[in-house]
């Protein structure tokens, strides 16, 4: 039974059933055409996204090395570095950021160096950021240091990295002086 809602908002009277009349169909903007409905549809693929620093003037993407890697040899690279796994050797980058689970063994250099996680070795910046979950073993060289309450060092705090030294180098001995032994 069909209802049909006159103007005075009254449904309680049946409406007269109409006879269907075939219509012509009109697509809908957007819908599946026929031949598309049949295929079945692809999942849809997650975004993939690197993140992205800002310590310079333009945002540049950083070389990551994620929690589920582990590397055995030196790290290089001429951009910043974002460490979530871990390493057993030497990093160096522009910026490197050490994530709260990453771990390294070995020395880490660079213009900015951000810990959250751990390192056994050495750290060589000009700015150097401990955060709170930061675990350092080992030294630290630097111009400019910001350590947040909860950081653990274990090591010396080194603030001459890129000053010149002020005492005056050794010079070699030339390969051409001559040194007289003295006998007793």
Known sequence: MIFNRDKSGDQSQPAQAKPAQPQAVQPQPGALKPEQAAKPAEPPRPAVTAPTTSTKAGANMASVISKALKITGELESTEDIQIDGQI????????????????????VYGDEVELSGSIEGRIEAKKVILNGTARMT???????????????????????????????????????????????
Do not use: F
């Open 138 to 184: 080992g030294d630290i060289l630097h111009q400019e240091i910001k350590v947040e309450s909860g950081a653990y060092i274990s090591g010396t705090l080194t603030p001459e990295l890129g000053k010149s030294d002020s005492k005056p180098a050794l010079k070699p001995v030339a390969a051409s002086a001559s040194v007289t032994p003295i006998t007793h």
């Open 88 to 107: 057993e050797g030497d990093v160096r980058g522009v910026g490197v950021k050490i994530g709260q689970n990453a771990k390294v063994k070995g020395t």
